[in-house]
């Protein structure tokens, strides 16, 4: 993931300004960063270890909230295609308008994570196995 992300910056540093080359990879990936960074933030705020596993990722939480298997899988992929989408958009338009594209993505996100109880730390002092 490390690798194909500073790959990814470096091909994409020379087509486009730095800002956005660093951005796009980011946004690209950004279901599997997301979904690492709220984990580590949650266990170290709650006091467990960051490598204890527990059921906080995205794919319990939206278990948790009835999702099927098959649901949950496929709103990570509809998810996944939009941040994909976002970052292609990102090297195609002006600088001004890739700034729009980021404050809503990361509008969209934080809405998102608050809905399904990803800022909710009390759950992180006895996690589940």
Request: charged share 10%; with cysteine.
């Amino acid at each position: 993931l490390g690798f194909m992300l500073s790959g990814i910056s470096v091909i994409g540093a020379v087509k486009a300004a730095t800002t956005i080359a660093l951005i796009v990879p980011i946004l690209a990936l950004g279901l599997p960063i997301m979904d690492t960074t709220f984990a580590i933030v949650r266990r170290y705020r709650g006091g467990v270890p960051i490598f204890k596993p527990d059921k906080g990722h995205l794919h319990h939480r939206l278990l948790d909230m009835g999702f099927t298997q098959r649901q949950a899988v496929l709103l990570m992929y509809v998810i996944s295609a939009m941040l994909g989408l976002s970052a292609v958009a990102l090297t195609e338009v002006s600088s001004q308008f890739a700034v729009v594209i980021v404050c809503v993505v990361l509008a969209v996100v934080l809405f998102g994570a608050k809905k399904i109880g990803i800022f909710h730390m009390n759950d992180t002092s006895n996690p589940q196995q």
